[in-house]
């Protein structure tokens, strides 16, 4: 095993990296409840942690039902797009590459976190029927969610792509479309989730379209996916992954996008299957009970199984995570009573071990 691989640069068909380690997709939920917009820390927050070969952001909204919960911002309004310009100009200040995560969650939400009445929409009217879910009163039970219209899936995928059009205007150098852990995009993909009888019935014709409305708003080069194959996270049921994901990667391996973000979680073996069948940058990520170690991404990448490896937890308290590997220093552990909503705290006072940025 090669022990530098993750601290090693990375030049792939469209992004040139400093190193192969992403600090991946996590929500914090500190934006302005109603106006969506990032919280004044988050420039700080990304900008110390620009020594990431690639940072993707926590999830943000398209439109107002794809909102998961308090705090949770958007890409939509003028003032968001400012706020997010204040964040990815911090990071190109610091040396870093930053990407926008586009997430609709679908029915993981709820009439209390939705403006004006909204009801959680989804493909199908199916209830998560295990947990409760988080909103502004506390932990409730779900709600049915109303099935889209065709016309609203259609809609939907027009509102994915104005979020891409809107992340350039705020300076990304990227967006990923979040199509994983059983929010709207993986709704559609799963078994249980899905009993439409439209096209949108297909289960990857709903990711496929909205990849494409992506692609065509901001160009391939731009556009990154992320999935969790046989991921049963929110009550997602997949009866058939490998089937379900080889299509999805035979319809979207020619546009030539940006990466594929590959969550390896389930049963199926994802990263295995789905290294022969991606031919651009793949990115790997592992989601257990506890963070990550780097010498689990090491040996992912060593192995070619992913060009790119991305770290979540262990990046909230380590904002210099890349630093600390290379110079072997010990690693923080972050409070887990910190880590959604309120400010300062638990957000960028975990110290760097390096000047800081
Ligand atoms: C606090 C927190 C928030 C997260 N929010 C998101 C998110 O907004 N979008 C997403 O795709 N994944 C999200 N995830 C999943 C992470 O991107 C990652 O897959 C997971 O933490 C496993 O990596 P790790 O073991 O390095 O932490 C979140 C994880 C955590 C811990």
Do not use: C
């Amino acid at each position: 095993m090669d022990s530098a691989s993750l601290l090693n640069p990375y030049e792939g068909p469209h992004l040139r990296l400093r190193n192969r380690i992403a600090m991946a997709p996590m929500t914090r939920g500190r934006a302005d409840d109603v106006t969506g917009v990032p919280h004044p820390l988050t420039k700080d927050y990304y900008a110390q942690r620009s020594g990431a070969g690639l940072i993707v952001t926590e999830g943000i909204w398209p439109n107002l039902e794809g909102k998961a919960g308090p705090g949770i911002p958007g890409l939509v309004t003028d003032a968001q797009v400012e706020g997010w310009r204040e964040v990815t100009s911090a990071v190109h200040a610091a040396g870093g590459t930053i990407f926008a995560q586009l997430w609709h969650v679908g029915r993981m939400t709820h009439p209390l976190t939705l403006p004006d009445g909204r009801r959680p929409v989804a493909p199908s009217p199916v209830r998560i029927e295990s947990e409760p879910i988080f909103t502004r009163e506390g932990l409730v039970d779900h709600v049915i969610p109303r099935a889209l219209t065709t016309a609203e899936a259609e809609a939907t995928i027009a509102d994915l792509a104005a979020e891409a059009r809107n992340a350039m205007r705020a300076g990304f150098d990227g967006v990923e479309l979040h199509g994983a852990n059983g929010y709207l995009v993986q709704q559609f993909l799963g078994s249980n989730t899905n009993r439409r009888t439209d096209r949108f019935g297909e289960p990857t014709r709903f990711a496929i379209e909205a990849v494409e409305a992506v692609t065509a708003a901001v160009g391939a080069a731009k556009v990154g996916l992320r999935i969790s194959p046989d991921n049963p996270e929110n009550e997602i049921v997949e009866d058939d992954p490998q089937t379900t994901y080889r299509t999805l990667l035979r319809a979207l391996d020619p546009l030539g996008l940006a990466y594929l973000h590959v969550i390896e979680r389930g049963r199926y073996p994802a990263l295995a299957d789905l290294r022969p069948r991606w031919s651009g940058t793949l990115i790997g990520n592992y989601n257990g009970d506890e963070p990550t170690t780097r010498e689990a991404g090491e040996e992912v990448v060593a192995s070619g199984l992913a060009d790119l490896f991305s770290f979540g937890r262990l990046f909230i308290a380590n904002p210099d995570l890349p630093a600390r590997f290379a110079g072997g220093v010990p690693l923080s552990t972050h409070d887990p009573a910190l880590v959604y909503g309120g400010g300062a705290e638990g957000y960028v006072d975990y110290p760097s071990l390096e000047p800081a940025v």
